[in-house]
Structures are given as structure tokens and as C-alpha cells.
């Protein structure tokens, strides 16, 4: 990949503004606009893994076992299943099963209304259908916090779980869960876990393929003509899934444009400079800016 990166409107001393009626401009005569959604979305739109919000919902956590947000307490290893559920029950509930504390993502669905688009995300929390999006336009590539799998994977199968987290919410003790709540593998009896990719024993489910089917035929009807590859807030944790591709398909489609909209962190591949757009700006400001006439 390209290791010469910039941000153009630093070397070029264009403004806020400008790189804001650019990118309205190229959304307007954009023949399709594929979406890639980093977890920078998610925190525009009001989630934090840290913070208030964390002490709020975990304080006893916190304080029993030095945890300080509920990115790190997804990896912690937690003395039971029991223990493990508490906290998890409390996480997914937290980001799969409330409402968005801003309207950034029902924002993005009324911007992309009437435009042919696809949307491609490593955000687990189904801000996006949640939203209003089609699920016929998304491909959610990571996992689903509304599901479950077999820890040891027996079959390619994921089951839902959102009566199964509500109920561990009221019944669940202090950081405890009763042992008859544990989910387990309808098929060989194995505990059930979260469907997020950690490693290669994540489920790609029937659905899952077929997401990514549709998404990889929207890029082959798409190859060629005004295509807007639109990246907000994506990082640095897998960006083979959408910053690398996208980089790649806006070289090879000389109509193509490369739009980064990313606090503080909005660069692109020199190569591909002059058909970037990069917005070291808050997204959701950037949405509502783009809605604005």
C-alpha cells in the first residue's frame, strides 16, 4: 500500500468550508457512494465506551477489577461465565439496545436518501438499521452484539439474543448472573458467546455471506463512473476491511473520489491527492453541514 500520506487541505490551505462544498458537489453528481463506517462514527453520535458512561453502568467492575472501559473489559478475563455474562449483558444492552444519543446516524440515512449506496462497517452496534437503513445496503463485517454464537464453533449458525439480555439485566445480582441464564449451544451444549470477530472461530452466518455478496456486487456494478468512496471515522485497527480498499479503488477509477472525514486523523496516499477530500472535522457536524442548503 501507498506509505506517503497527507492531508490536502493542509498543503493546499483549503478551508473547512471549501472541503465541505467540494464534498457536497461530489455527493451531488456522485453516480453511487459507498460508505465505509469506522467506530469514529459511532463516537460522533454520542457512544462512549469510557468516561461517565462507563462509571455510571460499571463502577462495580471498576473497582473489583481495575477496568476503565468496556473496550478493555471485552477482553478481560473474568473469574465465571457468570461474571462474564453480568458485564456482558450490561454492554450489549448499553450499545445495541438504546437510543442514539445524537441523531448522526438517522442524519447519514436522510444525506444518502435517493443515492445509489452501500454501506460497509466494522461497527458492531447496529447504529445503522436501527437508523432506518436498509438492510438489503449494509454489510456489517465484525459481528453483531445482538448475537450469538457457539464458542467453539460446531456450525455456522447465530442466534438472537435480545430477550435473552434483558432478562440477565433483571435478574443478574450485583456482578453475577444466575447459572441458568448461561446460553448454551443448542447443537452440541458448548457455552454461546458473543458473534464478534476476535479470532478465526467467528461465525460468518448465512446472513453474513450474503451481506457480503451483495456489497461485493455493488462494487462490481460500480467499478467504473462517479463513485464517491465515503470513509468516516475509520482507524487504524483493520484497515485492510475498508481504508486500504477504498484507497486502492479510487487509484484504479480515475472518476472516483476518496472522501476521509476523521477527527484527527483525515489523510489520504499522496497518488490519490488530488481526487481526496479530507475533513479533520466531527462527523456529525460534517452530516448536518452537508444536509444544510
Not at 484497515?239 to 484527527?264: D, H, L, Q, S
Not at 490519490?272 to 452537508?290: G, K, Y
Amino acid at each position: 500500500m501507498p506509505t506517503t500520506l497527507i492531508d490536502p487541505t493542509h498543503v493546499s490551505n483549503i478551508t473547512y468550508e471549501e472541503s465541505l462544498e467540494r464534498l457536497r458537489g461530489v455527493l451531488d453528481a456522485a453516480d453511487a457512494v459507498v460508505v465505509g463506517a469506522g467506530a469514529g462514527l459511532s463516537t460522533a453520535a454520542g457512544f462512549s465506551y469510557g468516561g461517565e458512561l462507563f462509571r455510571r453502568h460499571f463502577a462495580d467492575f471498576e473497582e473489583r477489577f481495575g477496568i476503565h472501559d468496556m473496550y478493555s473489559g471485552g477482553f478481560f478475563p473474568f473469574p465465571t461465565r457468570e461474571v462474564f455474562w453480568a458485564f456482558w449483558s450490561r454492554m450489549i444492552r448499553l450499545n445495541r439496545y438504546t437510543e442514539d444519543p445524537k441523531p448522526t446516524y438517522r442524519n447519514l440515512r436522510r444525506l444518502l436518501e435517493g443515492r445509489e449506496h452501500f454501506v460497509i462497517t466494522t461497527n458492531v452496534d447496529h447504529r445503522f438499521q436501527a437508523a432506518g437503513f436498509s438492510k438489503e445496503r449494509l454489510f456489517y463485517t465484525q459481528g453483531d452484539y445482538g448475537l450469538l454464537q457457539c464458542s467453539k464453533p460446531c456450525c455456522q449458525e447465530t442466534y438472537d439474543n435480545e430477550a435473552l439480555v434483558r432478562e440477565m439485566l433483571e435478574r443478574q445480582e450485583g456482578m453475577h448472573m444466575p447459572t441458568e441464564l448461561l446460553p448454551t449451544c443448542p447443537h452440541c451444549g458448548r457455552p454461546l458467546v458473543p458473534n464478534l470477530r476476535s479470532d478465526d472461530t467467528f461465525v460468518e452466518d448465512e446472513g453474513w455471506h450474503a451481506a457480503a455478496e451483495r456489497y461485493y456486487r455493488f462494487l462490481r456494478e460500480h467499478e467504473q463512473g462517479r463513485v464517491l468512496y465515503l470513509e468516516l471515522g475509520v482507524g487504524y485497527n483493520t484497515p485492510v476491511i475498508i481504508k486500504y480498499p477504498f484507497w486502492r479503488m479510487t487509484r484504479a477509477n480515475p472518476e472516483a473520489t476518496y472522501a476521509c472525514v476523521n477527527f484527527g486523523e483525515a489523510v489520504c496516499p499522496q497518488e490519490i491527492a488530488e481526487r481526496s477530500i479530507c475533513l479533520n472535522a466531527d462527523i456529525d457536524r460534517v452530516i448536518r453541514d452537508l444536509l444544510e442548503e
